[in-house]
């Protein structure tokens, strides 16, 4: 079947700009997690979706960042007032419902602030 | 001291070797353990999974965890130079507002020469 999807897969925004990412899941997982990976690390948490909630944020930067998943299935990432630190991979996650709690990762996006 | 350590490497072996990929975490609350390979330029990919203390196998890899010293591994046999990669080390503390939450370490290099 399909795997989790995320589009764009880059994008190059100028310093102060809005953007949002968008993460479609693997049919039918419940959870839907973000993680940023900067180049040589591992992935850093950043938030993790049970249903339609926020069940943990913890790992948001600051308040320039928030994501959203109306429905229980997409979500979108938004960062605000980008800057260049905020240059990573963005990387989704989503796993079934179950206690595997095991993870499986769409392409990622790519974002460049220049 | 992190949270997830793991040695960057690189390490080199010849193929039909055995690499040895090893892993420490400082929660004792951590109760899921992930290995995820990633190639140059492309998402994390799940290759095994361990709950329990002891050796899981799966094909040419095994997954090894001793709880009591905080300590996983990754055994890859007959590497061939296809396993040239990096290998992340993934714990997931269950429970509270951690779960869902997996904590990487930085990866270890892996390249399998002929």
């Known amino acids: 079947g399909a795997g989790v999807s995320q589009t764009p897969s880059n994008k190059v925004t100028e310093k102060g700009k809005y953007v949002e990412l968008r993460c479609d899941p693997i049919?039918?997982?419940?959870?839907l997690y973000w993680y940023r990976q900067s180049l040589g690390q591992g992935p850093e948490f950043l938030i993790y979706?049970?249903?339609?909630?926020?069940?943990?944020d913890s790992g948001l930067p600051n308040d320039r960042f928030f994501a959203v998943r109306p429905e229980g299935s997409v979500s979108t990432l938004k960062i605000q007032r980008t800057e260049r630190g905020d240059s990573a991979v963005y990387l989704c996650a989503s796993s079934p419902r179950g206690s595997s709690y095991e993870q499986y990762f769409g392409p990622g996006t790519r974002l460049t602030v220049t | 001291q992190k949270e997830v350590e793991q040695n960057s490497g690189p390490l080199s072996v010849p193929e039909g070797a055995i690499a040895s990929l090893n892993c420490t975490y400082s929660?004792?609350?951590?109760?899921?353990f992930f290995w995820y390979r990633q190639y140059s330029g492309k998402s994390p990919e799940l290759i095994m999974s361990?709950?329990?203390?002891g050796d899981k196998e799966d094909g040419r890899f095994t997954a090894q965890l001793n709880k009591a010293s905080q300590y996983v591994s990754l055994l890859i046999r007959d590497s061939q130079p296809s396993d040239s990669a990096t290998y992340l080390c993934a714990v997931n503390r269950v429970g509270g507002t951690s779960y869902g939450k997996l904590t990487f370490g930085q990866g270890t290099i892996l390249t399998v020469h002929p």
């Open positions: 049919s039918g997982h419940t959870a």
């Open positions: 929660d004792r609350g951590s109760q899921s």
């Open positions: 979706f049970q249903g339609t909630g926020a069940a943990d």
């Open positions: 361990i709950y329990s203390n």
